[in-house]
């Protein structure tokens, strides 16, 4: 069964870190690009950052650059973003997908999704 775990999210306040982990089962991350979305209420789902599936290209949304860092580790299975300097617009739902492109940040292009890890930036 192909299935994605997101973890590590929480309530954190402004300016602190967190780091979300994404789990894959059934199926092997090497060959998909990973990418992290997320949805805050009333908004519509926005993606966050991207990595490739095979040299590491990177993408990051303006609103997280210089904050936030995709990374993956193949042997784990697993790929993380880690999020510094937290701000209360942060605060959403955050989804990792797995697409069988090279690199995408459009969501139509992933074919599987996890369920969501939610993240809180308050004071």
């Known amino acids: 069964q192909v299935q994605l775990v997101e973890s590590g999210g929480g309530l954190v306040q402004p300016g602190g870190s967190l780091r979300l982990s994404c789990a894959a089962s059934g199926f092997t991350l090497d060959y998909y690009a990973i990418g992290w979305f997320r949805q805050a209420p009333g908004k519509e789902r926005e993606g966050v950052s991207c990595i490739s599936s095979s040299d590491g290209s990177t993408y990051y949304a303006d609103s997280v650059k210089g904050r936030f860092t995709i990374s993956r580790d193949n042997a784990k299975n697993t790929v993380y973003l880690q999020m510094k300097s937290l701000k209360p617009e942060d605060t959403a739902v955050y989804y990792c997908?797995?697409?069988?492109?090279?690199?995408?940040?459009?969501?139509?292009?992933?074919?599987?999704w996890g369920q969501g890890t939610q993240v809180t930036v308050s004071s």
């Open positions: 997908a797995a697409s069988r492109y090279y690199y995408s940040v459009l969501a139509y292009e992933y074919d599987y």
